[in-house]
């Protein structure tokens, strides 16, 4: 009974239930360049035209790079038993940049705009192309030849079409109707909106259906069903409240009267786990942090509890202060060595200490991962710095600061076109004031960090640092610079010219060359390698100095990339990770997120967010938050700021977790914690809720049993007798185990 149940979560999230009755697929195409009124006519010869490949970007087919204007002509034969439905769909994949599509020579669509017209040139570079044409258009040939015929200008390189290639094929209700979902408030409660649109010039009659489930035992809690009509440029609106319980599931299914086919959407309520912290102080942050001699201390204790605060300390080492009112330590010590104190934190509920080292000496940097923010996830290229203070703000004002995030780091998109007459890098209008920010940081205890490239250019088109090195170095000091991430993106070009692209050591050049500016400034600047992962970098980030270094792409706020990004690509990359140096799958994709002006929720679901903390923490990665603090949910908030969680990315051990055994859809990662204990991270990566025995992998652990078992999430010792837990799909326990003596 029960596998019956947990298999319907498979039928139930399988997103669209349809047919497409495909018409062509091909990646194939002839094709020219220049541009010729006749190339769009079906008549048209074009045999003496070259072959070429859709799915890839013309620069690598031989095709000269500097080509503006070219056509693709795609052949096929729609056959008469064909004609069933009411449109057409036309995926084109992408194309750099403008394109004016034609089916025998009539027009069925176009994205950006030429040169020529009035609006003038725009790229549309990275939207996938997709046209509409009614079945009963004159401009299909049934059962003849028929010419799609795709005219393109190429602003930049790279140029042309590339993606999955072109599918034609007849329009299924999906492709008809949107159906989507977000998180809202209903009757005062969490609920799920859910919007039903049709994007094409055609009436739908059909059922929508909601139901809020419980995926442990299959029980509908609430359901409802409207028979409707759906018109075009009209939406449909319908909401339910679906609580805050772990393990429920809200569907919304449309049907299509005539043909049956339906589309689902479906929504994970998001739910708490994380206890809230006592009234009383209590540190959050470990016992310990690092700093080169002389370099000035910007740390700031993380402690909990009500508002207001006092600290103190009686034994503090001469040179360092430590502010009353806010925990934050400043000042610098010269000698290098341990310096021990204790600080304690005092509120109306009561007080707490904490026993403290302070370690001076060159190799003291980063001695657990960075915790932070930085700007990328949340506004991509539209950063500005009142949105920096704003984040920075909330960090505080939310209490994030008290569980040890305390860097805030701008991306790229600060910087200015052009450099002084003298070389120096200037900031944009939108930085009005970068000395002054990294003060108002470091009075707060915060670190201020910035964003460069090796190359001329950044990976948006800003300025990079090359051969400015010293120059932009000298510069981040007189800010206050705490952080440095340095991409390789435009040091491709000159990578290329080198033509020594087979040598790890011109991949490790650029960045020793910054090194040595970053190191002969009078602070510590943390910093963070950002290639990719290209030659391993993780084998030599190290020496390169380097305090982290990104091991792959870039990540975004889906199941596919963080399995991608973490599950796949970390794997085995442990034995390089301790402190002073760390690996970096990229910043975490919680709250909202959107690369751009416009943020929306992490397309995450609740159970895929704890699998990515956990993960992330498991491999005490850089945590540096993406999303608008300043919009932070209480689900997030919660996610960010559970104490034993952090403390497991923080361990003062510095081992990173590795893959122990993969059982299935079932993962078990683990590492070493400074405490004797293994702190253990059951996933389950499939799609269906399963149960899961801890018991099984005792061996694959290298353990004899578990004399203590707590779950960290929840915060609650676990009986070690039944070591067993329904993990829901894509979902996660996240343990710390005593090891049976
Ligand atoms: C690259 C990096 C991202 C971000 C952007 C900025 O894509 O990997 O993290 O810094 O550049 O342009």
Excluded at 8 to 23: D, P, S, Y
Excluded at 324 to 336: R, T, Y
Excluded at 649 to 656: E, I, R, S, T
């Amino acid at each position: 009974m029960k596998r019956k149940l947990l298999s319907l979560t498979a039928v139930l999230l399988t997103a669209t239930l349809g047919f497409a009755q495909t018409l062509l697929q091909t990646r194939d195409a002839k094709f020219t360049i220049g541009d010729k009124p006749e190339y769009k006519q079906t008549e048209f010869d074009d045999s003496s035209w070259r072959n070429i490949d859709m799915s890839r970007n013309w620069d690598h087919q031989g095709v000269d790079p500097e080509t503006h204007e070219a056509w693709y002509r795609i052949h096929f034969t729609p056959g008469n038993n064909d004609k069933k439905g009411e449109y057409i769909v036309f995926d084109l994949g992408s194309i750099d940049d403008v394109d004016e599509t034609f089916l025998n020579g009539e027009k069925i669509g176009q994205t950006g705009t030429f040169p020529g017209d009035k609006e003038g040139y725009s790229t549309a570079w990275s939207t996938p192309r997709r046209y509409f044409l009614p079945l009963n258009s004159k401009a299909i040939r049934w059962g003849k030849d028929n010419v799609i015929a795709i005219r393109c200008y190429n602003g930049n390189q790279p140029g042309g079409m590339y993606g999955q290639g072109v599918s034609v094929r007849v329009a299924d209700l999906a492709d008809m109707v949107s159906l989507t979902n977000k998180s809202a408030t209903v009757d005062g409660k969490p609920g799920s909106k859910v919007e039903l649109s049709c994007k094409l010039p055609v009436n739908i009659q059909g059922n929508l259906s909601l139901q809020l489930i419980d995926l442990a035992d299959g029980k509908v809690f609430d359901s409802s069903v409207r028979k409707l009509t759906l018109r075009p440029n009209k939406p449909v609106f319908a909401e339910m409240a679906v609580g805050d319980k772990e393990n429920t599931c809200f569907v919304a299914t449309f049907t299509d009267k005539k043909t049956g086919q339906s589309v689902k959407t479906v929504y994970e309520p998001k739910y708490i786990l994380t206890p809230a912290a006592p009234e009383t102080p209590r540190f959050n942050t470990v016992p310990v942090y690092g700093v080169r001699p002389g370099s000035p201390v910007h740390y700031r204790f993380g402690v909990s509890g009500v508002k207001p605060m006092t600290f103190s300390s009686t034994d503090l080492p001469a040179g360092l202060f430590l502010n009353p009112e806010n925990g934050v330590l400043s000042g610098k010590i010269e000698k290098a060595g341990e310096y021990p104190f204790t600080v304690k934190a005092k509120n109306a509920k009561g007080e707490a200490t904490q026993n403290f080292t302070l370690y001076v000496g060159d190799d003291k940097m980063a001695l657990t991962p960075p915790m932070g923010w930085n700007s990328w996830n949340c506004w991509g290229l539209s950063v500005t710095q009142d949105r920096v203070i704003s984040s920075a703000q909330a960090l505080i004002d939310k209490g994030l600061a008290d569980y040890g995030y305390a860097y805030i780091n701008i991306d790229d998109a600060w910087e200015a076109p052009e450099r002084t007459p003298e070389g120096k890098i200037v900031v944009n209008e939108k930085f009005p004031d970068m000395k002054g920010l990294g003060d108002w940081l470091h009075d707060n205890g915060l670190k201020f960090g910035i964003y460069s490239s090796p190359g001329d250019l950044t990976c948006g088109g800003y300025l990079g640092s090359l051969d400015h090195e010293q120059q932009d170095a000298e510069s981040y000091n007189e800010w206050g610079i705490d952080y440095l991430k340095y991409d390789w993106c435009g040091y491709n070009t000159k990578h290329v010219k080198e033509r020594d692209r087979a040598t790890v050591s011109s991949y490790i050049r650029p960045y020793l060359h910054m090194e040595k500016y970053l190191r002969e400034q009078p602070r510590d600047i943390f910093y963070s390698l950002c290639q990719y992962g290209m030659r391993d970098v993780w084998k030599w980030g190290r020496d390169v100095d380097a305090n982290s270094w990104r091991t792959t792409g870039d990540i975004v706020d889906t199941w596919p990339s963080v399995l991608e990004i973490g599950f796949k690509s970390q794997k085995g990359l442990a034995p390089y990770a301790g402190p002073g140096g760390w690996n970096d799958p990229d910043m975490l994709v919680v709250g909202k997120v959107g690369w751009s002006d416009n943020l929306r929720d992490s397309r995450l679901t609740a159970n895929e967010q704890y699998s990515h903390i956990s993960l992330w923490s498991l491999l005490a990665s850089n945590m540096l938050i993406g999303c608008d603090i300043s919009q932070l949910d209480d689900f997030t908030l919660n996610l960010l700021c559970n104490n034993e969680v952090n403390a497991i990315n923080q361990d003062v051990l510095g081992k990173q977790a590795d893959l122990v055994t993969e059982d299935g859809d079932i993962q078990v990662w683990a590492r070493p914690l400074s405490d004797g204990t293994i702190a253990v991270g059951l996933f389950n990566l499939g799609e269906e809720g399963t149960n899961v025995n801890l018991g099984k992998y005792y061996k694959a652990l290298g353990i004899n049993g578990a004399a203590g078992l707590r779950d960290v999430w929840r915060q609650t010792d676990l009986d070690t007798s039944k070591p067993e837990w329904m993990i829901p799909r894509h979902g996660v326990r996240l343990l710390k185990v005593t090891p049976r003596k």
